[in-house]
């Protein structure tokens, strides 16, 4: 239930204002950011000036907000063949502060930060807090990574400039984590979904009930999620469940956030330009239809992008969200065009697989998707946890609901899914972003 009052401090927040921006005022200020980014890259950066050319096309060629869509993509491979400093617009006396992804496969990302990008970004992730309805009083635990990780950073900052007390708990010591929780009387924690679960089961083994502490709100993001997961999360905890959605080489968390309608994400379109093209054409499509999303930053100065393919599949919502905000969202991100798996000549997305398991009485939100090749055949194999009252009972209430989650994902699917029914904790837990598929396949 949202009180009146909340509502109104919630609009009034002053980090807020420009997510109210009349939309006219709003998109001459995105082209005016539009032609700023343009020139700074044409100016400084290599690799745009060139594909500028190949295109025959100068800065002067934007003459409107709708030329975007002339400009050259970039993607995540840009970064990597520029690898570490090729992309950047400023010189390195310029630069603040370096991030970088872990590089599981290849050469890592680095992204770069002026002082005027640090508190771009710090603004942008206050807005998302803000939006969630959090403000200065709270207690917000950050739960990311610091480091190299743009998560622990970008969360502390932004809660710390909304004027909320942090407690930089970073990542793992789960039992350290709920200690904190508890005696700190934290009010909000931004986590990975899949990092919170797992606290709140800790906590129910330390005979802490989640429901009764003071938190009230969770910011999770780092990894997809579904509707299903924020049920199982919303119900077990009674903690109000938003999704945060960003990514290290648009700036890192805090591009868009759910607000507490909770009907997509509003992007901070003011500083992140947002379109949604079809993955295989590269064609805009118009809002309100799925695609690839791509970004273009507006405000960023050492390291700008412009119209970078995310892989992240959406759509942008059309009509205004009843929270009043005039800034447009996306729909909720459950999948990305490479995190499509191939099996059998069937395109099976892990989101899929994750609404059907969560939506049979007695599974626990943990599970893992193994890949096999057999007799030159994709085999498919879904482990999951199931509560240990499940578990403890006669052996046919478990083929029974063995049998249930075999049809739920064969009807969603479209394919055999061999289902392995496990003891609660006995799938790893992962202090990061949930390791969920597990490709064993060698072609
Ligand atoms: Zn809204």
């Not at 950050?142 to 004027?163: C, I, K, R």
């Not at 990305?336 to 007695?362: C, H, K, W, Y």
Request: aromatic share 6%.
């Amino acid at each position: 239930m949202i009180t009146e009052l909340e509502t109104s401090v919630d609009n009034c927040h002053p980090v807020s204002a420009p997510d109210y921006t009349p939309v006219a005022e709003l998109r001459a200020l995105q082209f005016y950011r539009l032609l700023t980014v343009v020139e700074r890259s044409w100016n400084h950066v290599k690799l745009f000036r060139e594909r500028m050319e190949e295109r025959g096309l100068t800065p002067a060629s934007i003459r409107s907000l709708d030329d975007i869509v002339r400009l050259p993509f970039s993607q995540k491979s840009d970064l990597r063949d520029t690898y570490p400093f090729g992309l950047f617009a400023s010189p390195m006396k310029d630069v603040v502060r370096l991030h970088a992804s872990s590089g599981t496969t290849g050469k890592p990302i680095v992204v770069a930060y002026t002082q005027e990008d640090v508190d771009v970004w710090t603004s942008s992730v206050a807005r998302c807090l803000a939006g969630c309805g959090l403000h200065r009083g709270d207690i917000i635990q950050v739960g990311y990574g610091y480091g190299l990780f743009t998560g622990g950073l970008g969360a502390h900052y932004g809660a710390e400039s909304l004027g909320a007390a942090v407690v930089p708990a970073s990542v793992g010591h789960a039992e350290r984590q709920i200690m904190l929780l508890k005696d700190f009387g934290v009010t909000a924690i931004c986590c990975t979904p899949s990092y919170f679960i797992h606290l709140i089961e800790r906590a129910g083994e330390m005979g802490i009930d989640m429901k009764q502490l003071p938190i009230r709100a969770g910011v999770f993001g780092a990894e997809p999620w579904t509707e299903s997961m924020r049920q199982v999360i919303e119900s077990t905890s009674g903690v109000e469940a938003f999704d945060i959605y960003g990514l290290s080489e648009i700036i890192g968390p805090g591009v868009g956030c759910e607000c507490r309608r909770h009907q997509g994400l509003h992007i901070y379109e003011d500083l992140f330009y947002p379109e949604v093209i079809d993955p295989e054409t590269g064609e805009p499509l118009p809002d309100g239809e799925t695609g690839e999303l791509v970004l273009t930053t507006l405000a960023k100065q050492a390291m700008p992008m412009i119209r970078y393919r995310t892989r992240d599949i959406t759509a942008i919502l059309p009509g205004r969200c009843d929270c009043g905000r005039t800034i447009r969202r996306i729909d909720r991100i459950g999948r990305r065009s490479d995190d499509m798996l191939i099996i059998r000549g069937v395109n099976v997305f892990p989101s899929q697989i994750e609404t059907a398991l969560l939506q049979v009485e007695g599974t626990l939100p943990h599970y893992q998707i193994f890949l096999t090749r057999e007799h030159g055949l994709d085999q498919l194999e879904v482990k999951v946890e199931v509560t240990s009252e499940m578990f403890e009972d006669k052996i046919g209430a478990l083929q029974e609901l063995n049998q249930r989650l075999q049809g739920a994902l064969d009807r969603v699917l479209g394919i055999r899914v061999r289902v392995t029914l496990v003891e609660a904790h006995s799938i790893e837990r992962s202090e990061g972003k949930a390791k969920r598929v597990i490709d064993r396949r060698t072609s």
